[in-house]
Protein backbone atom coordinates (compact mmCIF):
# COMPACT_ATOMS: atom_id res chain seq x y z
CA UNK A 1 0.00 0.00 0.00
CA UNK A 2 1.05 3.49 -0.44
CA UNK A 3 2.23 5.90 2.20
CA UNK A 4 0.01 8.71 2.41
CA UNK A 5 1.53 10.38 5.31
CA UNK A 6 4.57 11.01 3.82
CA UNK A 7 4.44 14.52 3.74
CA UNK A 8 2.71 15.25 7.37
CA UNK A 9 4.48 17.20 9.53
CA UNK A 10 5.45 15.81 13.04
CA UNK A 11 4.22 18.66 15.00
CA UNK A 12 1.10 19.05 13.76
CA UNK A 13 -1.59 17.41 15.49
CA UNK A 14 -2.57 14.18 13.83
CA UNK A 15 -6.06 14.30 11.31
CA UNK A 16 -8.80 11.33 12.41
CA UNK A 17 -11.73 10.70 10.28
CA UNK A 18 -14.55 9.01 12.02
CA UNK A 19 -16.94 6.89 10.31
CA UNK A 20 -19.39 3.93 11.49
CA UNK A 21 -22.47 1.83 10.21
CA UNK A 22 -24.81 2.36 13.12
CA UNK A 23 -25.61 6.27 11.59
CA UNK A 24 -24.37 9.85 12.26
CA UNK A 25 -26.48 9.56 15.35
CA UNK A 26 -25.17 6.31 17.41
CA UNK A 27 -23.77 6.99 20.77
CA UNK A 28 -20.85 4.60 20.02
CA UNK A 29 -19.68 7.21 17.26
CA UNK A 30 -20.61 10.39 19.44
CA UNK A 31 -18.92 9.00 22.40
CA UNK A 32 -15.49 8.48 20.40
CA UNK A 33 -15.68 12.19 18.83
CA UNK A 34 -16.35 13.62 22.26
CA UNK A 35 -13.48 11.79 24.21
CA UNK A 36 -10.96 12.62 20.91
CA UNK A 37 -11.98 16.00 20.84
CA UNK A 38 -11.15 16.46 24.57
CA UNK A 39 -7.93 15.66 24.66
CA UNK A 40 -6.92 18.46 21.90
CA UNK A 41 -4.15 16.17 20.56
CA UNK A 42 -6.43 15.47 16.86
CA UNK A 43 -8.38 17.18 14.47
CA UNK A 44 -11.30 15.37 14.43
CA UNK A 45 -13.55 14.56 11.19
CA UNK A 46 -16.93 13.08 11.14
CA UNK A 47 -18.67 11.69 7.88
CA UNK A 48 -21.20 8.63 8.46
CA UNK A 49 -24.37 7.47 6.97
CA UNK A 50 -27.57 9.60 8.04
CA UNK A 51 -29.17 5.86 8.23
CA UNK A 52 -28.09 2.89 10.48
CA UNK A 53 -26.00 0.67 7.62
CA UNK A 54 -25.53 -2.31 9.94
CA UNK A 55 -24.53 -5.49 7.88
CA UNK A 56 -24.42 -3.88 4.62
CA UNK A 57 -20.43 -5.38 4.36
CA UNK A 58 -18.34 -3.42 1.71
CA UNK A 59 -21.45 -2.17 -0.78
CA UNK A 60 -21.09 1.13 -2.12
CA UNK A 61 -23.46 3.67 -4.13
CA UNK A 62 -23.49 2.80 -7.36
CA UNK A 63 -25.13 4.77 -10.31
CA UNK A 64 -26.52 7.18 -8.19
CA UNK A 65 -25.81 10.85 -6.35
CA UNK A 66 -24.73 10.64 -3.09
CA UNK A 67 -26.29 13.20 -0.62
CA UNK A 68 -24.16 15.13 1.81
CA UNK A 69 -25.59 17.50 5.19
CA UNK A 70 -23.15 19.29 6.89
CA UNK A 71 -24.06 18.99 10.39
CA UNK A 72 -23.22 20.39 14.18
CA UNK A 73 -20.43 18.01 16.00
CA UNK A 74 -18.81 20.38 18.92
CA UNK A 75 -15.22 19.93 17.99
CA UNK A 76 -15.38 18.32 15.03
CA UNK A 77 -16.14 18.82 11.27
CA UNK A 78 -18.88 16.71 10.52
CA UNK A 79 -21.24 15.39 7.56
CA UNK A 80 -23.70 13.03 6.80
CA UNK A 81 -24.38 10.78 4.02
CA UNK A 82 -26.84 8.99 2.34
CA UNK A 83 -24.30 6.77 1.80
CA UNK A 84 -23.35 3.34 3.06
CA UNK A 85 -19.74 2.96 5.25
CA UNK A 86 -17.79 2.81 2.40
CA UNK A 87 -18.88 5.40 0.74
CA UNK A 88 -18.27 7.82 3.74
CA UNK A 89 -14.53 6.37 3.99
CA UNK A 90 -13.80 7.03 0.49
CA UNK A 91 -15.47 9.98 0.38
CA UNK A 92 -13.62 11.23 3.45
CA UNK A 93 -10.16 10.07 2.30
CA UNK A 94 -10.97 11.53 -1.24
CA UNK A 95 -9.84 15.05 -0.54
CA UNK A 96 -13.15 16.52 -2.21
CA UNK A 97 -14.99 16.11 1.47
CA UNK A 98 -12.48 17.70 3.44
CA UNK A 99 -9.07 19.81 2.61
CA UNK A 100 -6.04 16.92 3.09
CA UNK A 101 -6.01 13.37 3.45
CA UNK A 102 -6.55 12.20 6.95
CA UNK A 103 -3.67 10.58 8.62
CA UNK A 104 -6.04 7.74 10.59
CA UNK A 105 -9.27 6.77 9.61
CA UNK A 106 -11.76 4.85 12.88
CA UNK A 107 -14.98 3.42 11.70
CA UNK A 108 -17.00 2.71 15.40
CA UNK A 109 -17.75 2.38 17.90
CA UNK A 110 -19.76 -0.36 16.92
CA UNK A 111 -22.90 -1.54 19.08
CA UNK A 112 -22.00 -5.42 19.51
CA UNK A 113 -18.87 -7.02 18.33
CA UNK A 114 -17.14 -8.36 15.10
CA UNK A 115 -15.16 -11.38 15.67
CA UNK A 116 -14.20 -14.27 13.29
CA UNK A 117 -15.94 -14.06 9.87
CA UNK A 118 -18.92 -11.36 11.43
CA UNK A 119 -16.04 -8.81 9.90
CA UNK A 120 -17.01 -10.23 6.40
CA UNK A 121 -20.91 -8.96 6.94
CA UNK A 122 -19.81 -6.00 8.84
CA UNK A 123 -20.22 -2.32 7.93
CA UNK A 124 -18.12 -1.74 10.31
CA UNK A 125 -15.18 -3.32 9.50
CA UNK A 126 -15.55 -2.33 5.86
CA UNK A 127 -16.08 1.44 6.80
CA UNK A 128 -12.15 0.87 7.80
CA UNK A 129 -11.44 -1.89 4.48
CA UNK A 130 -11.81 0.70 2.16
CA UNK A 131 -9.67 3.28 3.74
CA UNK A 132 -7.14 0.64 3.77
CA UNK A 133 -7.70 -0.13 0.17
CA UNK A 134 -6.70 3.90 -0.06
CA UNK A 135 -3.68 3.94 1.05
CA UNK A 136 -4.72 5.24 4.64
CA UNK A 137 -4.09 3.82 8.11
CA UNK A 138 -7.33 2.63 9.91
CA UNK A 139 -9.30 0.78 12.68
CA UNK A 140 -12.78 -0.98 13.14
CA UNK A 141 -13.86 -0.72 16.73
CA UNK A 142 -16.47 -2.84 18.12
CA UNK A 143 -17.80 -3.03 22.05
CA UNK A 144 -19.51 -6.03 22.96
CA UNK A 145 -22.19 -4.39 24.57
CA UNK A 146 -24.23 -7.23 24.52
CA UNK A 147 -22.13 -9.50 26.76
CA UNK A 148 -24.59 -12.63 26.37
CA UNK A 149 -27.85 -10.39 26.89
CA UNK A 150 -30.35 -10.69 24.74
CA UNK A 151 -31.41 -7.89 22.33
CA UNK A 152 -34.56 -6.59 25.01
CA UNK A 153 -32.47 -7.34 27.92
CA UNK A 154 -30.06 -5.32 26.58
CA UNK A 155 -32.32 -2.27 25.71
CA UNK A 156 -33.63 -2.64 29.02
CA UNK A 157 -30.68 -2.22 30.84
CA UNK A 158 -29.64 1.08 28.30
CA UNK A 159 -32.80 3.16 29.94
CA UNK A 160 -31.42 3.00 33.53
CA UNK A 161 -29.73 5.99 34.29
CA UNK A 162 -26.38 6.23 35.60
CA UNK A 163 -26.03 9.77 37.66
CA UNK A 164 -26.67 12.91 34.95
CA UNK A 165 -26.23 10.20 32.44
CA UNK A 166 -27.62 7.12 30.52
CA UNK A 167 -25.67 4.06 30.88
CA UNK A 168 -25.16 3.79 27.14
CA UNK A 169 -23.58 6.91 27.38
CA UNK A 170 -21.24 6.16 30.24
CA UNK A 171 -20.25 2.15 28.59
CA UNK A 172 -19.52 4.03 25.25
CA UNK A 173 -17.77 6.95 26.91
CA UNK A 174 -15.20 4.41 28.61
CA UNK A 175 -14.62 2.56 26.01
CA UNK A 176 -13.81 5.55 23.93
CA UNK A 177 -11.28 6.08 26.70
CA UNK A 178 -10.04 2.89 26.24
CA UNK A 179 -9.25 3.12 23.00
CA UNK A 180 -7.05 5.97 23.43
CA UNK A 181 -3.66 4.71 24.16
CA UNK A 182 -3.96 2.55 20.89
CA UNK A 183 -4.77 5.36 18.82
CA UNK A 184 -2.43 7.77 20.40
CA UNK A 185 0.39 4.89 19.53
CA UNK A 186 -0.74 4.69 15.41
CA UNK A 187 -0.79 8.91 15.56
CA UNK A 188 2.37 8.42 16.98
CA UNK A 189 4.28 5.92 14.88
CA UNK A 190 2.55 7.60 11.60
CA UNK A 191 4.00 10.43 12.48
CA UNK A 192 7.40 9.21 12.31
CA UNK A 193 7.30 6.97 9.43
CA UNK A 194 6.99 3.51 11.07
CA UNK A 195 3.62 2.48 10.78
CA UNK A 196 3.15 -1.06 8.90
CA UNK A 197 1.34 -0.31 5.44
CA UNK A 198 0.15 -4.07 5.35
CA UNK A 199 -2.96 -4.17 7.38
CA UNK A 200 -5.44 -2.18 8.92
CA UNK A 201 -6.80 -3.09 12.60
CA UNK A 202 -10.08 -4.51 13.86
CA UNK A 203 -10.12 -3.83 17.85
CA UNK A 204 -13.04 -5.25 19.95
CA UNK A 205 -13.65 -4.38 23.08
CA UNK A 206 -15.15 -6.73 26.28
CA UNK A 207 -18.26 -5.84 28.02
CA UNK A 208 -17.55 -3.94 31.67
CA UNK A 209 -14.96 -2.34 29.45
CA UNK A 210 -13.84 -0.21 32.73
CA UNK A 211 -12.55 -2.87 33.90
CA UNK A 212 -11.11 -4.78 31.26
CA UNK A 213 -7.62 -6.32 31.71
CA UNK A 214 -5.75 -5.08 29.40
CA UNK A 215 -4.36 -5.47 25.10
CA UNK A 216 -3.61 -8.63 23.82
CA UNK A 217 -2.88 -8.95 19.47
CA UNK A 218 -5.03 -11.70 18.60
CA UNK A 219 -5.25 -13.32 14.84
CA UNK A 220 -8.98 -13.64 13.82
CA UNK A 221 -10.98 -16.71 14.59
CA UNK A 222 -13.68 -18.74 12.38
CA UNK A 223 -17.10 -17.51 14.19
CA UNK A 224 -19.61 -16.76 12.23
CA UNK A 225 -23.19 -16.19 12.26
CA UNK A 226 -25.69 -18.71 11.67
CA UNK A 227 -28.95 -17.08 9.58
CA UNK A 228 -31.88 -18.47 10.59
CA UNK A 229 -35.29 -18.21 8.39
CA UNK A 230 -38.62 -18.39 9.72
CA UNK A 231 -41.71 -18.87 7.13
CA UNK A 232 -44.51 -16.34 7.99
CA UNK A 233 -47.82 -16.66 6.70
CA UNK A 234 -49.32 -13.67 4.88
CA UNK A 235 -53.35 -12.10 5.26
CA UNK A 236 -54.99 -13.37 2.52
CA UNK A 237 -55.08 -16.90 0.55
CA UNK A 238 -52.11 -17.62 -1.48
CA UNK A 239 -54.56 -17.19 -4.69
CA UNK A 240 -54.77 -13.68 -3.59
CA UNK A 241 -51.22 -12.97 -3.42
CA UNK A 242 -49.73 -10.71 -5.92
CA UNK A 243 -46.25 -12.65 -6.24
CA UNK A 244 -47.86 -16.02 -5.51
CA UNK A 245 -49.43 -15.46 -9.00
CA UNK A 246 -46.49 -14.75 -10.64
CA UNK A 247 -45.03 -18.41 -9.89
CA UNK A 248 -48.27 -19.28 -12.01
CA UNK A 249 -47.27 -16.81 -14.60
CA UNK A 250 -50.62 -15.02 -14.02
CA UNK A 251 -50.27 -10.65 -14.49
CA UNK A 252 -50.89 -9.26 -11.14
CA UNK A 253 -52.80 -6.43 -11.18
CA UNK A 254 -52.44 -4.86 -7.16
CA UNK A 255 -54.79 -1.37 -6.50
CA UNK A 256 -52.61 0.40 -3.73
CA UNK A 257 -52.82 3.48 -1.71
CA UNK A 258 -50.06 5.83 -0.99
CA UNK A 259 -48.55 3.69 0.85
CA UNK A 260 -49.31 0.08 0.94
CA UNK A 261 -53.45 -0.74 1.06
CA UNK A 262 -55.75 1.09 -0.89
CA UNK A 263 -59.87 1.66 0.30
CA UNK A 264 -61.53 -1.51 0.58
CA UNK A 265 -64.48 0.33 -2.22
CA UNK A 266 -61.41 0.67 -4.42
CA UNK A 267 -60.27 -3.23 -4.27
CA UNK A 268 -63.97 -4.04 -4.99
CA UNK A 269 -64.12 -2.23 -7.52
CA UNK A 270 -61.39 -3.77 -9.36
CA UNK A 271 -62.86 -7.44 -8.46
CA UNK A 272 -65.48 -6.53 -10.70
CA UNK A 273 -63.84 -4.54 -13.26
CA UNK A 274 -61.10 -6.61 -14.51
CA UNK A 275 -63.08 -10.17 -15.35
CA UNK A 276 -65.22 -7.80 -17.09
CA UNK A 277 -62.02 -5.94 -18.89
CA UNK A 278 -60.66 -9.47 -20.10
CA UNK A 279 -63.80 -10.65 -21.04
CA UNK A 280 -64.14 -7.67 -23.60
CA UNK A 281 -60.61 -8.15 -24.64
CA UNK A 282 -61.04 -11.81 -25.10
CA UNK A 283 -63.84 -11.64 -27.66
CA UNK A 284 -61.43 -8.98 -29.87
CA UNK A 285 -58.48 -11.36 -29.30
CA UNK A 286 -58.39 -14.50 -29.19
CA UNK A 287 -54.53 -14.88 -28.28
CA UNK A 288 -55.83 -13.58 -24.62
CA UNK A 289 -57.58 -16.97 -24.18
Request: hydrophobic residues 35%; proline residues 5%; contains cysteine.
Amino acid sequence: MENVTDSKSKGEKGTILVTNDDGIQAPGLNALVSVLVSTHRFNVLVCAPQLEMSAVSHSITWRQPLRVEKVEMDGATAFKTSGTPADCASLGVSSVLFPSVPDLVISGINQGSNCGYHTVYSGTTAGAREAFLNGVPAISISYDCYGGLSLEEFEKMLRVEAGSKTKMNYEYEAAAKACLPIISGIIAEIKNNTYPQGCFLNMDLPKDIANHKGYKVTKQGKSTMKIRWKQITSNGQPSEIDHHLLFRRQISITPLGILTHPDKDCKAYFEDWLPNLIQQHQSHNPLLD
